[in-house]
């Protein structure tokens, strides 16, 4: 579409996070010459999520270091930014949305970036408990701040040993505070990784004087006083001057689905980010969508997926030709490790564990089907995510025999 085409246009963006936001920057470099308008029911200045957990959980830094854009950057790309306004209704036919206040704005294009809001489980007493508080927003963060300052000595208890309360419980104990994890299942990070790694970041924990404590079902929560009793099914019980809730999230698609768009899982898009409704596109963490390299439909819950659908549908809104290839990629934070993963691992077969000689906290885990490389989990080494990333993307086959073999340097000319 040429820039007169669009010139007298709107886009209206539901959410003003990495993927609306995004999106948004993406369309006027695409050639969007109409309104952009950007929704979110978040009052504050669009900011990154992935340091909520870290940074910026763990130090005094204000949220205006993690801003995704400055305020005047919207400005000069005549970019409205409506915050503190939650979108209740799209109607496809007419092509408006009705906002909270009734009022109603039309649309050319629709572009939903909903994301996800945590999902709090119902266990008893878990609403009224004291300084218990989700980990999605920088109101969440600022209640957690209140409520732990100072940590010193605090009780902590974290539900859940996803990445969400791990990262979590490594700011906590930066902190001050005494922190336990509690996990449901028989190892931390049972979702996402291979047991190899459950095993690193426990006791990388452990170490770190974090208590991890695994099969641990919450049954109840009692609150006393200013603090809490957490109960879990096996008897087991422990004190929580605050309770961080990190057992997943829900996709926020009730918006999607009242309006008749098809949700499984997910809004479903095809290729270019479009939904099954004409000119209404989504992305980012609330998308359900098919990822060609694995053929496959997947959710994904990361930044890299929000930004490149961002890109692909500014290209796609503008009416160039463009599908969605990525493959996926994610980090983690947590001490002084960093951790880099890329591919899909569901499904795998085996797992190659390759120890850097001499490196400390080095290592990488290598995921296979058969001889096809799915993922690769890299710890503090951004070698092997490299080189893992170009054996997904080109699908060369790896000699297991010689990536195991630590005499054999970690290259793609010696892997192959
Ligand atoms: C604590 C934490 C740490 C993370 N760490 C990492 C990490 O290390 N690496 C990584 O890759 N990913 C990480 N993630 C995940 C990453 O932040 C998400 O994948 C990313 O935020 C998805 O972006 P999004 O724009 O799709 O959705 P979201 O960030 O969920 O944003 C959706 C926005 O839509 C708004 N909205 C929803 N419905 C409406 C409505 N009806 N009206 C108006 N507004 C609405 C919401 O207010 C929200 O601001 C982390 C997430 C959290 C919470």
Not at 68 to 87: E, H, W
Not at 372 to 381: I, K, P
Request: aromatic share 6%; net charge negative; with cysteine.
């Amino acid at each position: 579409m040429s820039e007169q085409a669009n010139d007298a246009q709107t886009c209206v963006i539901i959410g003003a996070s990495h993927a609306g936001v995004n999106l948004a920057f993406n369309l006027r470099i695409a050639g969007w010459a109409g309104d952009i308008l950007l929704f979110d029911a978040d009052p504050e200045l669009p900011y990154h999520r992935p340091p909520l957990s870290k940074a910026y959980l763990a130090s005094d830094d204000g949220l205006d270091s993690h801003r995704l854009k400055s305020a005047d950057s919207y400005v000069q790309q005549q970019i409205t930014l409506r915050l503190g306004v939650k979108v209740s209704k799209i109607d496809p036919d007419q092509k408006v949305i009705t906002l909270n206040d009734d009022s109603v704005q039309s649309y050319d294009k629709l572009v939903l970036a909903t994301g996800a809001r945590p999902l709090i489980p119902p266990i008893p007493g878990l609403d009224a408990a004291n300084n218990c508080f989700p980990l999605r927003t920088a109101a969440d963060v600022e209640n957690i701040r209140e409520a732990i300052t100072p940590a010193g000595g605090k009780n902590v208890v974290i539900i859940g040993g996803g990445y969400i309360g791990l990262e979590t419980a490594a700011s906590m104990k930066k902190l001050g505070a005494n922190v336990t994890v509690l996990e449901r299942e028989d190892r931390v990070l049972a979702r996402v990784t291979a047991p190899v790694m459950s095993d690193f970041f426990t006791c990388l924990h452990k170490d770190n004087g974090v208590t991890i404590a695994i099969r641990k079902n919450v049954s109840a929560i009692e609150s006393e006083g200013s603090t809490n009793l957490v109960r879990c099914a096996d008897g087991s019980e422990y004190p929580a001057d605050l309770i961080v809730v990190g057992v997943g999230i829900r996709v926020n698609t009730e918006l999607a689905e009242a309006a008749g768009l098809k949700v499984h899982n997910g809004i479903q898009i095809d290729a270019t980010m479009k939904t099954s409704t004409d000119d209404i596109y989504a992305i980012g963490d609330c998308t359900f969508h098919h990822n060609p390299h694995y053929d496959r439909w997947v959710r994904l819950e990361s930044v890299q997926n929000a930004v490149d659908q961002a890109k692909v549908a500014a290209k796609a809104i503008c009416g160039e030709v463009v599908v969605y290839d990525a493959i996926p990629w994610f980090w983690s934070d947590q001490y002084d490790v960093k951790l880099q993963m890329v591919g899909l691992s569901e499904g795998y077969d085996e797992v190659v564990v390759r120890h850097e000689i001499g490196e400390g906290h080095k290592f990488s885990a290598w995921y296979f089907k058969g001889d096809t490389l799915l993922a690769v989990d890299a710890v503090n080494n951004a070698k092997a995510y490299v080189i893992g990333t170009r054996f997904i993307k080109s699908g060369d086959l790896i000699n297991k025999g010689k990536l195991a073999d630590l005499g054999v340097g970690l290259k793609p000319a010696t892997l192959g």
